[in-house]
Structures are given as structure tokens and as C-alpha cells.
């Protein structure tokens, strides 16, 4: 069964820290792998999409990273800020015909001042 | 801002009433997807509409239906509403000729079932 699965579910860091989120999916036939955040109650944004043949890419102070071998993936955030505060979700394109979009539960991020 | 919209942004019905949810896209955008996220949940994908025909539907019974419209509206509509329908709807559009990653989600509408 093709899952994505998200550690930790919640994270709360003081002001500046760096921090990593986790993203694992059960089949590494992917055809890529997204990060979204999601502010509350709101839609989704996307952060950055790696390619299946990447293994990360960059935007600010966020690197994303992808090992399909291991089917892992993490989203590094550089000096965190209470605006970076919201759900952070995963989603994986499993290869196939009908290119399936699975999505993690998120991580919700609460960066305090 | 996406350039997608949505209403309403709450709703509150009762079990067994219908409900229309409605979706704004930007001109050109002429696919369109509906997901529904549950409280703590990831979005599940419900269907998706290209030219005003629903190309694609994931495991939603029959009473989720939908309309998409020449000038890039779309509408949601769910029958005999249940408890479990209480979440959060989301509409992404994409443009013509873009791959399918390259969607803009709208805001979402909250509907709440009694």
C-alpha cells in the first residue's frame, strides 16, 4: 500500500532555531514529492517540489531533500520565525499510469517568539 | 494570493441537507480539482474537471457531484449530507498545459455538519 508518513506530528521551537521535518513514503517508485504549508484553516501553498531524479532543492532559507533508496525525505528550515508558524504537509506522485498524489497527515510548526 | 477563490469561507448544514460549494479560478485555468481535508488529515482527492467533464474521481460515492463553467467557475455539490462530510473543501485550478504539481489551491470552505 502506497503510504506517506510525517514526524513528528507537532514541534514547537523557540525563535531562531534550525529545524528539520521528516516526510517517509512505502514505495520509492515516485514520480516526485512536494512540501506544502498550510496556514490554519487556509489553502495550500506550495514550497518546493523535487523531481524523483533531484535529490533537493532550494527556496530561501528551505532545502528539501529527497532519498528514494531509503524513501525518505526532509525539509530543512534555516533560522526558524514565528511567520514560518503552520502546517507543513508532504505529498508524494507515485509513478503509474494514473500518477496518484498521496498525501502525509503534516506537521504542525509552531515557532515562538 | 493564488487567484483562486472560494464560498462561502464557513458553512454550517444538517444531516441530510444539500449543500453547493463554490470555486473561482483565474482565466485560462481550465482544470480543476476538489479535495476534502478532515480535521488533522490529509487532502483526499474527490474528482477532477478539464472542458466542463469530469476527467478523473477518486473514492467518493456518487452523492459528491460538480459542474465546471466556461468562464473558469466550478461548483461542488454534496447530497444527503452526513457527519462525516464535515471538513475542510479545497479547489485547486491549473492552467492549460501545465503538469499536473502546478495547481493553485483557493482558500477553502469550512462546512460543519449537525
Known amino acids: 500500500k502506497q503510504e506517506v508518513t510525517q514526524i513528528p506530528a507537532a514541534l514547537s521551537v523557540p525563535e531562531g532555531e534550525n529545524l528539520v521535518l521528516n516526510c517517509s513514503f512505502t514505495?520509492?517508485?515516485?514520480?516526485?514529492l512536494q512540501w506544502f504549508r498550510q496556514d490554519p484553516g487556509k489553502g495550500l501553498t506550495s514550497l518546493l517540489l523535487?523531481?524523483?531524479s533531484q535529490r533537493e532543492q532550494t527556496s530561501g532559507r528551505l532545502n528539501a531533500s529527497l532519498d528514494k533508496s531509503s524513501g525518505r525525505s526532509t525539509l530543512y528550515i534555516a533560522a526558524s520565525q514565528p511567520g514560518d508558524s503552520a502546517t507543513y504537509l508532504c505529498?508524494?506522485?507515485?509513478?503509474?499510469?494514473?500518477?496518484?498524489?498521496?498525501w502525509g497527515l503534516g506537521t504542525s510548526l509552531a515557532v515562538n517568539p | 494570493e493564488t487567484g483562486v477563490t472560494q464560498s462561502p469561507t464557513h458553512l454550517i448544514k444538517t444531516r441530510g441537507q444539500q449543500v453547493t460549494l463554490r470555486c473561482s479560478s483565474q482565466?485560462?485555468?481550465?482544470?480543476v480539482s476538489w479535495y476534502q481535508q478532515a480535521l488533522g488529515q490529509g487532502p483526499q482527492f474527490i474528482f477532477q474537471?478539464?472542458?466542463?467533464?469530469?476527467?478523473g474521481r477518486g473514492n467518493f460515492p456518487p452523492r459528491f457531484s460538480g459542474l465546471q463553467f466556461p468562464n473558469y467557475s466550478s461548483e461542488l455539490n454534496v447530497n444527503a449530507l452526513e457527519l462525516d462530510d464535515s471538513a475542510l473543501y479545497l479547489c485547486?485550478?491549473?492552467?492549460?498545459?501545465?503538469?499536473?504539481?502546478?495547481?493553485?489551491f483557493g482558500p477553502g470552505t469550512r462546512l460543519t455538519v449537525l
Open positions: 514505495d520509492s517508485a515516485i514520480y516526485n
Open positions: 485547486a485550478s491549473r492552467p492549460q498545459g501545465a503538469s499536473k504539481d502546478e495547481q493553485f
Open positions: 482565466s485560462g485555468h481550465n482544470t
Open positions: 523535487i523531481q524523483s
Open positions: 505529498a508524494v506522485r507515485y509513478a503509474g499510469n494514473n500518477r496518484k498524489l498521496i
Open positions: 474537471y478539464y472542458r466542463e467533464e469530469e476527467n
